[in-house]
């Protein structure tokens, strides 16, 4: 094409000294100006032609590359949205996790001192048992030794009311 846009304004400088020189042509040099002008003009329009096509065919371009570009600026926009939504979704996410966790240490920090009080009360437990086997040990030696007393002063009793009965016989 620019070898024939490049021929075309070869031709228009042709043109322009032929018109000049109009004046003075013959009658025949007229009618063979006018065939190589028609030509001219027939490469012109064909030029034209060539050229409105092209125009037209860059315009339906430009709108098919504007339609893209429209079509690309929505699909960042709902992109843009989207990610907006997940990265919502996902502080909530966080939040939710976090409360959890801070559950699951609540949970474990009451189940740990639960744990505690039991050991405290199983320690505490046998500690009592183990008193209560020592009271109960020492409470079973002074029975034992209060019912020895208790024989022996019977014993006594017995011989003292017997004494005391043969005495006053």
Excluded at 22 to 30: I, L, R, W
Excluded at 78 to 89: A, D, F, Q, V
Excluded at 100 to 106: G, H, P, R, T, V
Excluded at 117 to 129: I, P, T, V, W
């Amino acid at each position: 094409m620019d070898a024939l846009n490049g021929s075309m304004i070869e031709e228009i400088g042709d043109l322009e000294e032929i018109l000049k020189d109009v004046s003075q042509m013959s009658h025949e040099d007229m009618k063979r100006q006018n065939r190589n002008l028609q030509k001219f003009l027939v490469k012109v329009i064909d030029l034209l032609k060539e050229k409105t096509d092209r125009c037209s065919t860059q315009e339906k371009h430009i709108e098919a590359l504007t339609l893209q570009t429209k079509s690309l600026k929505e699909v960042v926009q709902i992109t843009k949205h989207m990610l907006e939504i997940r990265n919502t979704e996902v502080n909530h996410m966080s939040e939710d996790l976090e409360s959890l966790q801070a559950k699951i240490n609540d949970e474990r920090n009451r189940h740990g001192a639960i744990i505690e009080k039991m050991n405290q009360a199983a320690k505490l437990n046998d500690e009592l048992r183990a008193e209560y086997k020592q009271q109960s040990e020492r409470f079973e030696k002074m029975r034992v030794k209060y019912d020895e007393r208790f024989n022996i002063i019977t014993e006594e009793n017995k011989i003292l009311k017997e004494a005391l009965s043969n005495t006053e016989v």
